[in-house]
């Protein structure tokens, strides 16, 4: 299990520091993600990508459930109007396909919308610092948090997220 930590730093030359001492602390260039303005440079930089930035993950997920639900109803109300052999397969086919539909169309909207998590941190990007989210391990979000309080007077602690989505 991961924490997410959020740290603002107040310009390229800071993040790129962060990101060497990350590396070294051994935390692998997957977990680590930054986030500017469009436009900002990134050089030296792993930049979020859309999972980190829009609300995708949490989107699909609230579309599977919605559509598995209106599909499993669905599939109850055509067992009753087509009377088939297997009532209950009909009924978790439909479901199925409802979960698919769900995700697939939730995604979309949720990949265009910006992530509510990172809405707090619009105007400091705008002001053009860096937004660093690292993943770590919990057995070491003290250890990497003191690293960087020690390491990195400039940059402000921003708290940190107790679940770390599955795939971002």
């Known amino acids: 299990m991961r924490k997410r930590i959020y740290w603002l730093l ?9 990101m060497d001492e990350l590396l070294l602390a051994r935390i692998t260039e ?16 792993h930049a979020a990508n859309v999972l980190q930035t829009s609300d995708l993950v949490e989107a ?3 579309g599977a ?20 052999a297997s009532p209950a397969a ?3 086919g439909v479901a199925a ?5 769900g995700t697939w169309s939730s995604s979309m909207i949720g990949s265009s919308t910006p992530s509510r998590r990172l809405k707090r ?35 402000h602690f921003e708290g940190r997220e107790p679940n770390v989505p599955a795939f971002p």
Not at 30 to 45: R, Y
């Open 30 to 45: 997957h977990h680590i993600h930054f986030v500017a303005t469009e436009g900002a440079p990134m050089d030296g930089l």
């Open 121 to 155: 941190f619009e105007q400091a990007l705008i002001d053009g610092q860096y937004l660093l989210i690292v993943d770590v391990p919990r057995t070491r979000v003290g250890e990497i948090e003191r690293l960087l309080e020690r390491t990195h007077p400039e940059a």
């Open 90 to 92: 009909l009924v978790i």
């Open 60 to 62: 699909a997920q609230y």
């Open 10 to 18: 107040p310009d390229l030359g800071s993040a790129r520091r962060t």
């Open 65 to 84: 459930l919605i559509g598995s639900g209106l599909g499993a109803a669905g599939g109850v109300a055509a067992a009753f109007a087509f009377d088939p």
């Open 97 to 101: 396909v409802g979960a698919m539909l």
